[in-house]
T-cell receptor, first 110, second 114 residues
């Protein structure tokens, strides 16, 4: 599975947008980009995933670069409840196991 | 309704003991997983079962033995516990073994070996 690189930590203010970057320069054409997050003392939860086009759901948006070597998870209005570790994961077309990196620890200030 | 549940939530035990962690999912999923999160917070897959069949078995000591009595349950038995086994163990499930299905995680079992 290809590797991803994320900043170790980021800070945001409540009710402001947050852009969480992820680099995946060795992504293959069949790799999907998945994002999960882990709230404190909880199991990871799915956020969003995409292949080539930008994606939106009720939790977030995913912006994928044209060359697919990077992507950005966008939280439109951060809340205190969004403080978590966010993981960017590449999965091949067969799916299967998730390979987690170190993730980005997002803190949200009131 | 809890989707993926694990018992116990906390487990404190002595080195050398044998212990089991249970996982149940009521989502009707076919595939279940065990992940381990160490003290540095890295999450790593250990095992995966699809319809009671073992499909992923990472490099895990054979003291760890998963057992799936039916597709809604995946238990993890650990023999001769060691200090390094202290970690949080997460169970997860997903609808299919392939494609890009979402995995749903349980709340975790915090194991401390003394």
């Amino acid at each position: 599975d290809a590797k991803t690189t994320q900043p170790n930590s980021m800070e945001s203010n409540e009710e402001e947008p947050v852009h969480l970057p992820c680099n995946h320069s060795t992504i293959s054409g069949t790799d999907y980009i998945h994002w999960y997050r882990q709230l404190p003392s909880q199991g990871p939860e799915y956020v969003i995933h995409g292949l080539t086009s930008n994606v939106n759901n009720r939790m977030a948006s995913l912006a994928i670069a044209e060359d697919r070597k990077s992507s950005t998870l966008i939280l439109h209005r951060a809340t205190l409840r969004d403080a978590a570790v966010y993981y960017c994961i590449l999965r091949d077309v067969q799916g299967g196991k998730l390979i987690f990196g170190q993730g980005t620890e997002l803190s949200v200030k009131p | 309704d809890t989707a993926v549940s694990q018992t116990p939530k906390y487990l404190v035990t002595q080195m050398g003991n044998d212990k089991s962690i249970k996982c149940e999912q009521n989502l009707g999923h076919d595939t279940m997983y065990w992940y381990k999160q160490d003290s540095k917070k890295f999450l790593k897959i250990m095992f995966s079962y699809n319809n009671k069949e073992l499909i992923i078995n990472e490099t895990v000591p054979n003291r760890f033995s998963p057992k799936s009595p039916d597709k809604a349950h995946l238990n993890l038995h650990i023999n001769s516990l060691e200090l390094g086994d202290s970690a949080v163990y997460f169970c997860a499930s997903s609808p299919y073994r392939g494609l890009q299905e979402t995995q749903y995680f349980g709340p975790g079992t915090r194991l401390l070996v003394l």
